[in-house]
Structure formats: C-alpha cells, structure tokens
C-alpha cells in the first residue's frame, strides 16, 4: 500500500462519524498489538502460545487453538493448547478438518447442533464447547498452512468483526510460523548433521561405535544435575557430539590400534584434541556456539596440568570441559564391543574416577555424576539396545542413583546387604552385566 | 497489553474530536501496513530492504538507510542502501555513529549546520542533504542493535509524529531484524559446517584434496550456463560438497590406494556413492534440500545404464546427478597433487568427456560444461592459489570459452593459429601446465 493509496482510505472515512473511527481504532490497536508480541518470537512452540493466548484475549474468548497442517501426514497437528499435550488428527476429521480443506470460514453458534463437531474430543477432555469460530489461515503464495479455533465467546456468539480482526491477524501469524518453521528446519537440519557425523567418526572403529551419542547422555544427565543454564547445555551438547571430531583425520593405523602405537604413532592420537579444535574453528558457529571449539578441544586436559593438548591447569580449562573430561573416561571404560561383556567392575570404574579426582578430574564433576539415578545410566549404558530394559526395572531403578549404588555395593564387603537393596543392586548388575541381552541375541542383532 | 489495558487506552480517547481519531488512524493503518510487509520475509538482506523502503514511505521522506551494529568490529554498517554497495565505519563516526554510541534521537533541520554531520559522504556520492532524523533501534533487552537514518523529507522538517511513528516501526523492524539474524547464523554454521567436512574427507587423500570444493564451483558455473533456478542450485552446490561423503567410512587402505586394490577391496571403494546416500538420508533436511540424498548418491551413475550403485539409464539419474557426473570426471583428470604439472593434455581431456558423451555421460552436460569461460576455468583448477592469477590474464581469458580454446587448439593440429587466438592459448596452458607456480614457491607453500 503506497502513500496515496492509505490517503484514499483514509478519505472513505472522512464522512463518518467518531464513532466509526473510535470502532476501528481500537481494532487498529488491538491488530497492532498482537503484531507486536508475534513478531518477538522466532522459536514455533513459543510462538504458537503467544499466537493462541493474543488471539483469545483478542476475540474475548474463553480458548484459541491453531493446527498447522503437516503435509507430510495428511494430517493437522497442535503441539501446545492451553497445557494439553501434542494433538494430531486426520485432516478429514471434524470442523477444523473440514475448514482446512475447504478454506470457509465456520462460525458456528452451537456447536453441538453442527454434524461436523466431534463431540468426542469435549467427551475425553471434560470441556462444553459452546460456540466456536474456525479460520484457515493461509499464506503468501494463499496455501492453507492451518487453522484457527476460537472456542465460547465470552459474551454472545463471535461477530463479523471478530471475523475480520482474525482475519487481519491470520495474515501476520501465517507469516511469522512460516519464518518460524524455516528457522525450525535450519536448527534441526545443522543438529542432525552434527549427530550422524560423530556417529559416522565414532563407528570407524567398532570400540568406540556409540561414543559420541552416549557422551552427549551423560553430559546432559550432570547438566541437568548442576542445574546449568539452558544456553550453556546446548553448547555442552555440540561440545559432547564433536569432542572426537578431530579423530577424522587419524589415520586406521592410529585409530584402530589399541596398544603397541609407535612414539609417532601415539603423538598423533594425542593430537585429536587440537584437530578438533583447529577443525571447529574454522566453522562458522551461532553466537551461543561461539566457545565450541575450546571447550571440546579441552576434554583430555587435566586439572593438575598433565593433560593435553595445553597442559591447563583447573580453572584455565574451560567448565564444560571439565565436565566432559568425567563423562569421557568413565564411558571409555564401560563401553565394549557389543554382546561381550563390561570388563571392569562398576564399583571398581566409579572408584577410578575418584581416585583421579583432583589430578585429573574436577570433583565438582565428579560428585555431581555420582547423583545420576540408574534408570537413566543404564538407558545410556545400553542406549543402543534399550528397548530391551524391562519398564518395571526402569520404574525401580529411578528411586536410586550411582551413589546407592555404591553405598550398597561397598558395604556389601563387609556386611551382607538387605533384601531392599539387593534388589536394586542385582538388577542394576543384570544390565550392567548385558545378562539382558542373552535371552534375546536375534532381536539385539536387528536394534 | 490486556483488554482492560486497550479498554482503557481507549477510554481516553473519547473526550477528543474525530479529527484526533482521524490521525492516530491514518497512523495505524500506516504502522499496520509497514508490520505486514516486515513480517514477510525472513532473509536478512531482503529484509533490510524492505524495512528501507517502508520507513521511507512512510515518513514521506527521499532516503532511509538501516545501519546495524557489529559488535565484535564496532562498526556499524548497511548492506544494501538504494543500490550502493556496503557501507562500513566505526561507530565513532558521524551523526549514526554518535545516534548509535549516546542512543539520543537525532531531528536536524539543517545537516550542513551540524558539526556531528560528516560532509565527505555527500561529497563522495554526489547526494544533498538538507534534514534527517536518525533514531536508534533497540530491540528487546533494550540494546541498541542499529540505527535508522532517514534523509530529506520531501516538505518541511521531520516532526515529532514522525517520531513517534519511526518508534513503532523500529520495534517491529528489531525483532524481524534479530529473528533475521538468528536465521541466517543457523545457515551460515549448516552450510561452513559441510564445507568443513567435505574439506576434511577430501584431505584425508593428498590426490582427491580440494576436490569436492572444486566440483562445488564447477557446477555453479553450468548451473549458471543453463539458467538452473535458484532452489536447485542451492541443492545442487549441498550435493556438489556432499557427493563423497560416503567415503568417510572407508578404510585408509581402500582411499589411499591409488591402484592395485583387491577385488573386495574395489567394491568397497565402489559401495561409496551408496553410502553417501544412506548417511544424508538419516539427516533432517530443510524441505528444500530433500532430494539431496538421491542426488549425491548417484554421481556414478552413466546414462547408458552400466554405472553404480543401481545401473541406472538416463531420465532415471536426477537431472543434477548427470551434471556432477562430468564434472566429478573432469576435476578427476584435471586434479594433481600440488606443484606437479597436470600429465593429461587439456584437449584430451575434454576429448574424453565428448566420446564418453552418451555412454557415461549426458551429452546436455557436456555441451554446457564447455561453455565456461577460461578466467573461471583457470580460477577453479588453481582455485588453491588464485591468487597468484594476473588479473590482466583473467581479464584476457574471460573472452573465451572452453569451446574457444578447443576449436584453437584443434585447428593448431592443422594450421598455424591466428596471433590473438595464440594469445589466449598460451596464457590458458601457463596456468594449465602451472608454469606461474614455478616463480613463486614460498608464496604458494603458504597459500
């Protein structure tokens, strides 16, 4: 709309009386508005709840849900109305099925009177639907991307202008949830690069097949543990997927070789972390990933300042690091070629870290490991074959962590443990010890 | 703001005559119109054009130009500003500098009269200007990210309405701006990270290093040749890069030997193109890249049905994939290691391509493949040290075509050539022979 084309509208109106203006004005503020708070948001699950929460205030209804149409499926789908979880349906079924098919407008005035409302979804969920206004909202290039239900008018049925203010508003959303799915895609599509890359670099060898996705789990699990800000855990989590990224360069000879490495041979295995890092560098990352390349190219650094490649001391080395460096060895030592068992103790494991705590471990970190509850160390010991874990094991094991664990298994040495205990210990042990995994070996061949 | 808020916003009003409404309307309708157009588009670059344009308008003024801070360079700089290129100074400078430092709104009748003004911009562009407002832009948190710059309103000085206008619209335009930027971040680490990558698997074999890059460039020009639309071409350069990912799961003994494998040793080798399909197709993909898997990995197809990994004909090879296929065999024969002069002649090469033209590849390809011009040729094959290509040769080269030097270099089989078409052949085979290396050792090396 240009200069003289606002003029010209602006005209139309110059007959009327305030009260028009006064009508249209407060639409005006109210369209405005909205844009505002939708134009904030980029993130589609956030944005989506400030779409439906402005458009209810806006409508003065009692609820708004919008259903984006997954082309995909067939099938419409909203992921957050009003603290019910994700919904999915046919995009055959119901009124917001038959108005993103459509394109009509239904304003419907009882709803239970319309042969096209489901009542079944009131029926499951408990809610009267009274009165009800659905919206398809379209695009740019006028493709129906989804729909608006706004359910029971605070006062009366919905109104023309209640049709056109959504009218107005369907415009802006439809092309902020389009930006917002673009941006969606670009975040998912860089993440599961990131993911099949450090599981193609870990399976070139077989010992260390699942090292990268597991390291992610752990760290995650402390993360969460040590309450670390959500901006820091996705950096965490880059950081734990490509800490071997640098490993892509090592020749089979190095990197397949477990012992017996000649002296050139070990300085090169040596060198990955400065390869990661060196690698990582030259990467364009996202603000937040900016620290990505230090921090994963520190995870063989040790606190005494006898690791590599720096030789940093405590503090020098980043935190995530730091935390990375526990989470590390203790799968180094429990990780193994599938179907053959763990060879160290778990006891014995957990003790090394210990030990090395304050030479090479920060025991920040690795206190905060000890707190993991065992329903989630065993999904990530056994990620690759946990559907196998057994709910009612899971469900028991929640109730305990690594340090229950290794109360009860240390004074197992000396007194004989309780039937409570034993129990959690025996079935931790059953997994640890992959006795899960001999009932079924055809099953783990196809995980 | 609630209803009760909006209510009360408009309570206020109600005192006032129409002519009042008549204003604040014209200025909603102008602000609504401005949101929509911002809400469109997502592309940074677009969009900072579109909010240049509207402000413009809706100002009634000649110029506007967005400036955007960059932070780690304290500068502040505009892409595209009414067909200038960019512009970049530290934010120390001028009027927006001092807008952008202070945050104050700057309204100023007459510019030649403040000694804020730096004239030399005038003086270079040719511009006048008389008044200008400048406005800081926050966003969100309240940090000033840029700087709206509008020059010359076309009657009269800015007012204080023009003010209170360019403030919501720089609300707007800062979140459209930030939700751009995040956007363009998440692009620009997907697309450095494949870069990366494909560099890393290359680099794994001196002989194939710079590969994929190369292939990348290559198809940029024949997709430039044969006017590929905008979307494929982004595919296209995705498939170009990823073409041997597969080959990151192949052991040192199958990619570094360049001859004598064992028969199973050769199938490996051949089962790469199938795996570069297997590992993009466990990668979300934005919608416009999905085919990506398909295409990289049937780069070994031949039209006549006798290539890998499915055999198949013609029509049935994505129509990308027959592109990669010739130039994934010229950058084969043409590719070297460095500083060793390349041992297949040129015509022969080409030669290659025109028998195998119907066989192995689509002769549609083919003929497109030699419509590149020299100077882009000749910056492909030395792409690792271009810069030490004379720019008067380039300029020479860019006269000519592949299908040019072909027709000279067949009729020297015959006849003598003309004095210019030698010209142009002996300046092509002094990069092609890498004679311009043979000066500048040092230089290369650290290229």
């Keep these: 709309m240009n200069n003289l084309e606002l003029a010209s509208i602006d005209d139309r109106f110059t007959e009327h009386s305030s009260m028009v203006y006064r009508d249209e004005h407060h639409q005006l503020k109210i369209l405005l508005h909205v844009t505002r708070e939708i134009s904030k948001e980029i993130q589609l699950d956030r944005l ?32 957050v109305a009003h603290g019910e979880k994700e919904i999915r349906f046919s995009k055959q079924l119901g009124v917001a099925g038959y108005v993103a098919k459509t394109g009509e407008i239904l304003n419907i005035s009882d709803a ?13 969920t408990g809610y009267r639907t009274l009165n009800m206004l659905t919206y398809p909202m379209t695009n740019k290039r006028n493709e129906i991307i989804g729909v608006f239900q706004v359910l029971n008018k605070y006062s009366g049925n919905f109104s ?18 389009e930006n917002a799915q673009l ?41 969460q543990i040590i309450d670390l800000p959500p901006q820091r855990q996705e950096l965490l989590r880059y950081a734990a997927l490509l800490h071997d990224y640098g490993k892509i360069s090592l020749s089979d000879a190095v990197l397949k070789n477990s012992g017996g490495l000649s002296e050139e041979e070990y300085s090169q295995m040596r060198s990955h972390p400065a390869i990661t890092r060196s690698l990582l560098e ?38 995530e690091a730091r935390l990375l460096a526990v989470v590390d060895a203790f799968d180094a030592m429990t ?47 056994e990620y690759e074959v946990q559907h196998l874990i057994e709910p009612e094991d899971a469900a028991l094991l929640a109730h305990f962590t690594i340090n229950d664990l290794l109360r009860a298994l240390r004074s197992e040495q ?22 899960h995994l001999e009932n079924e070996p055809q099953t783990s061949e196809h995980s």
Tied chains: 1, 2.
């Design 112 to 124: 239970y009177s319309d042969s096209r409302f489901n009542q079944e979804i009131d029926r499951k």
């Design 335 to 381: 990780s193994s070629r599938r179907y053959s068992d763990r060879i160290i103790d778990f006891e014995k494991v957990v003790r090394t870290l210990e030990e090395d705590s304050g030479s090479h471990f920060d025991p920040y970190f690795v206190e905060a490991f000890k707190k993991i509850t065992l329903d989630r160390l065993v999904a990530i010991l």
């Design 160 to 177: 023309e202008q209640d049709e056109e203010l959504l009218a107005a508003i369907s415009w802006i959303a439809a092309a902020q949830i």
């Design 48 to 79: 989506l709840l400030i779409i439906m929460n402005e458009v209810r205030k806006a409508l003065k209804a009692d609820r708004c849900t919008v259903f984006l149409l997954d082309e995909d499926k067939n099938e419409l789908w909203s992921k």
């Design 414 to 435: 000396k007194n004989p443990v309780t039937a409570g205990e034993g129990d959690f210990v025996a079935i931790f042990q059953k997994y640890y010890h992959r006795e």
């Design 183 to 223: 941006y969606e895609q670009q975040r998912q599509a860089f993440n599961s690069f990131v993911e099949t890359l450090a599981n193609t670099i870990d399976a070139r060898d077989p010992l260390t097949a699942g090292h990268s996705k597991r390291i992610e789990l752990y760290s995650n699990e402390v993360a």
């Design 282 to 319: 030259t990467i364009y990352l996202p603000k937040n990933l900016k620290e990505l390349p230090i921090i994963a190219g520190a995870h063989h650094e040790k606190v005494d300042g006898s690791g590599y490649p720096e030789g940093l001391k405590f503090e020098q080395i980043p935190f």
